[in-house]
C-alpha cells in the first residue's frame, strides 16, 4: 500500500495569513503516460462529509474558492491557503487514486492563532 | 445537482453484518464515467478506503485487501443505488461509514454521502 503521511498533525495561523500543508507519498504517484499526479485534497468540518478541494495535485474543484492552491509532483506535495479564513478551520487530508487500495493521509488540524 | 443518499442502521451487533445503502440522484450507478465506493473514518484508522464497483461492459469490483473477505458492494440499477454489506463485524468495524463517487479515469473523491455512523455493539 502507498503510505501517505502528511506534516505538520496541527497549525495555526493568523487570520489572513498563509496556511502550508504538506504531503509525502511513500512512492512516487506521477503517471508519466498522461502527465498527471494522482493525489487529491479534502478539507473536512464536524458533522459533515470531507469535501473534495483539489485533484490531479492542482486542479481546483469547481466552486472552491482560488486561495486554496495545490502544487508538487513525484512524491512531495503542498496544499496552500493564501490567506486564511476563518471558515477554512478544518482537518484536511491529501489522498493517492494512483494505485488501489486508495489511502489517505492522517491529516492535518488547521486553526485559527 | 448530484447528491448521494444513505441509509442503514445505527447499531449493528457482533459477528452480525452491517449493511448500508447509498441512492444516487443526478447521476447512474451504472454511468461509465464514475465509480462508486465507501470510505469510513475512525479515530484509529482515519479516513480508511474499503473498495468501489464501477460499470464498464461490465460490472467490476475491488476491495481493500484488508476486507476482502468479509466485504461486498452491489450495484442495484433498478433502484439507482449501491450497497455495503461487511460481514462478521467487531467493535473495530465502529467507524463513520461515507459512500462516495469518483470521477471515471482518476479516483479522487468528488461527492460524498451525508455519513453514518455505525457502533458495532451488543
Known amino acids: 500500500d502507498i503510505v501517505m503521511t502528511q506534516s505538520p498533525d496541527s497549525l495555526a495561523v493568523s487570520l489572513g495569513e498563509r496556511a502550508t500543508i504538506n504531503c509525502k507519498s511513500s512512492?512516487?504517484?506521477?503517471?508519466?503516460?498522461?502527465?498527471?499526479?494522482?493525489l487529491a485534497w479534502y478539507q473536512h468540518k464536524p458533522g459533515q462529509p470531507p469535501k473534495a478541494l483539489i485533484y490531479?495535485?492542482?486542479t481546483r474543484e469547481s466552486g472552491v474558492p482560488d486561495r486554496f492552491s495545490g502544487s508538487g509532483s513525484g512524491a512531495d506535495f503542498t496544499l496552500t491557503i493564501s490567506s486564511l479564513q476563518a471558515e477554512d478551520v478544518a482537518v484536511y487530508y491529501c489522498q493517492q487514486y494512483y494505485d488501489t487500495p486508495f489511502t489517505f493521509g492522517q491529516g492535518t488540524k488547521l486553526e485559527i492563532k | 445537482q448530484l447528491q448521494l443518499q444513505q441509509s442503514g442502521p445505527g447499531l449493528v451487533k457482533p459477528s452480525q453484518t452491517l449493511s448500508l445503502t447509498c441512492a444516487i440522484s443526478?447521476?447512474?450507478?451504472?454511468?461509465?464515467?464514475?465509480?462508486w465506493g465507501w470510505v469510513r473514518q475512525s479515530p484509529s484508522r482515519g479516513l480508511e478506503w474499503l473498495g468501489r464497483?464501477?460499470?464498464?461492459?461490465?460490472?467490476?469490483?475491488d476491495y481493500a485487501l484488508s476486507l476482502k473477505s468479509r466485504i461486498t458492494i452491489n450495484p442495484d440499477t433498478s433502484k439507482n443505488q449501491f450497497s455495503l454489506q461487511l460481514k462478521s463485524v467487531t467493535p473495530e468495524d465502529t467507524a463513520m461509514y461515507y459512500c462516495?463517487?469518483?470521477?471515471?479515469?482518476?479516483?479522487?473523491?468528488?461527492?460524498w454521502g451525508q455519513g453514518t455512523l455505525v457502533t458495532v455493539s451488543s
Open positions: 464497483t464501477y460499470y464498464k461492459s461490465k460490472w467490476y469490483f
Open positions: 462516495a463517487r469518483t470521477a471515471s479515469g482518476a479516483g479522487n473523491f468528488d461527492y
Open positions: 512512492q512516487s504517484v506521477f503517471y508519466s503516460s498522461n502527465n498527471n499526479n494522482y
Open positions: 443526478g447521476d447512474s450507478v451504472s454511468s461509465n464515467r464514475a465509480t
Open positions: 490531479w495535485a492542482s
